[in-house]
């Protein structure tokens, strides 16, 4: 197991803490002018989500999970689960929806992702920044009614829901970013 000091924490590392995974989301080395010198740290649970705020001693050693980054590319859904294909070594790999997170309202046949993995157990899901989806159901655009930057629901092939402006048709292609899952644009 690699150990890593405080004094070398960066943010996005991953560590290991009593068993469990977690991401570096802030931290601050803290010399105070009476005392020892210590790192105050935010966490993130990798699995739950949950933040946690917890300090440590400078220079106290911590165990760093290594994380493998596979470049994936999504095939096709079997069931509820989703198939995806290494890039590299073309061997493929069914995954639970629940593992994906909200990566699932962005998948769309293939479309590339990096599953991020531990031990052979799926963390996170990088995805690009932004995707095009094909609208598939929508309200059209009520006559007369032209409030700047009024919105209205369209599902898109995923079965997400995205708020669009109210000239967006059935059938017309957008772009969506992955982040927020707002409307970018027509693709």
Same mark, same amino acid.
């Given at each position: ?12 590392? $991953?560590?290991i803490?009593?068993?469990? %995974?977690?991401? !570096? ?20 649970n ?13 220079d106290? /050693?911590?165990?760093r999970?290594?994380?493998? /980054? ?9 069931g509820?689960d989703?198939?995806?294909m290494?890039? $590299? $070594?073309?061997d493929? %790999? ?12 962005? %998948? ?15 963390i996170g899901?990088? %995805? ?13 655009g ?5 409030v ?12 997400a829901v995205?708020? !669009?402006p ?19 644009? /027509?693709?």
């Amino acid at each position: 197991m690699a150990t890593i000091s405080t004094n070398d924490l960066k943010n996005g590392m $991953t560590l290991i803490l009593d068993g469990v %995974l977690f991401d !570096v989301v802030d931290f601050q080395h803290v010399k105070p002018g009476k005392g020892g010198a210590f790192v105050r740290t935010t966490l993130r649970n990798t699995r739950t989500g949950a933040n946690q705020d917890r300090t440590f001693r400078a220079d106290e /050693k911590l165990e760093r999970a290594m994380i493998d /980054k596979r470049d994936m590319q999504f095939l096709y859904r079997s069931g509820d689960d989703y198939v995806f294909m290494d890039s $590299t $070594t073309y061997d493929q %790999l069914t995954v639970a929806p629940g593992l994906l997170g909200t990566a699932v309202d962005y %998948l769309v046949e293939n479309a590339s992702a990096v599953l991020n993995m531990h031990d052979d157990e799926i963390i996170g899901v990088d %995805l690009p920044a932004s995707v095009e989806l094909v609208v598939t159901a929508t309200e059209p655009g009520v006559q007369g009614d032209r409030v700047s930057g009024a919105r209205k629901p369209a599902t898109v092939e995923t079965d997400a829901v995205v708020q !669009v402006p109210l000239f967006i048709d059935v059938g017309e292609r957008i772009k969506v970013d992955t982040r927020s899952g707002d409307y970018l644009g /027509k693709a």
